[in-house]
């Protein structure tokens, strides 16, 4: 099997038409066709990323070689821990949330905010832990939702302490209905800014040829 073989093979596996790709990986569908029928070959950096879509090495596409089977347990996936991480940092809003309307205390809001502390920290440590090819790929499908999660208690904190004169997790809506509205525009200017970067970025490393 030749490079070409192996390209069109994790293609179909991954269910993408060549448009598809060539989209994913800032090419023309042409390339892509081009790569496939061995006309020509993909550089090394859309080797490497094609390997990170495909969940493959760059040696198997290269090459041919498939790697060492790992010890079951032994590592695992990168997005397995966004997942949790994603998991504990809803949690935490949510009992820290629930904690606040029922007391109204702040020690007790800061021991529901635990999980959210663990979720990042998970991230953390797997990101440190992760080759560099991966770091993109996990800071990417971290940050795109978790920056909802994470900046929904800091805006409302900041918020509260000036419309309300409270410490609370979430918005307490007043007669101030201009600061409330501009809570939420700000927040959402925010995420969709962070998405549009992340967006943005993986676009630019891969401009369209």
């Known amino acids: 099997m030749t490079i070409a073989d192996?390209?069109?093979s994790l293609r179909k596996?991954?269910?993408?038409?060549q448009e598809e790709l060539a989209d994913r990986l800032g090419v023309s569908r042409q390339a892509v066709s081009k790569w496939e029928s061995e006309q020509s070959s993909p550089d090394l950096e859309r080797i490497v990323y094609m390997s990170e879509l495909f969940g493959v090495t760059t040696d198997y596409i290269l090459r041919g070689i498939e790697?060492?089977?790992?010890?079951?347990?032994?590592?695992?996936?990168?997005?397995?821990?966004?997942?949790?991480?994603?998991?504990?940092?809803?949690l935490g809003l949510l009992l820290s949330a629930?904690?606040?309307?029922e007391y109204?205390?702040?020690?007790?809001?800061?021991?529901?905010?635990?999980?959210?502390?663990?979720?990042?920290?998970?991230?953390?440590a797997r990101f440190v832990c992760s080759p560099p090819e991966a770091r993109r790929v996990l800071h990417v499908s971290f940050w795109k939702i978790n920056i909802w999660l994470l900046a929904f208690i800091p805006l409302s904190?900041?918020?509260?302490?000036?419309?309300?004169g409270l410490?609370?997790?979430?918005?307490?809506?007043?007669?101030?209905l201009f600061a409330f509205g501009v809570f939420w525009l700000v927040y959402i200017v925010l995420g969709l800014s962070v998405d549009l970067h992340l967006l943005q970025a993986e676009r630019s490393r891969f401009p369209r040829k």
């Open 98 to 101: 629930a904690v606040w309307y």
């Open 13 to 17: 596996t991954k269910g993408f038409s």
């Open 157 to 164: 904190v900041f918020y509260n302490a000036l419309a309300v």
């Open 6 to 8: 192996r390209i069109q």
């Open 167 to 176: 410490i609370a997790p979430y918005p307490l809506l007043t007669s101030r």
């Open 67 to 90: 790697p060492p089977p790992e010890k079951p347990g032994r590592v695992w996936e990168p997005k397995v821990f966004v997942v949790a991480a994603t998991a504990l940092n809803l």
């Open 104 to 124: 109204q205390n702040v020690s007790d809001l800061v021991i529901s905010m635990l999980p959210m502390f663990s979720g990042c920290v998970m991230y953390g």
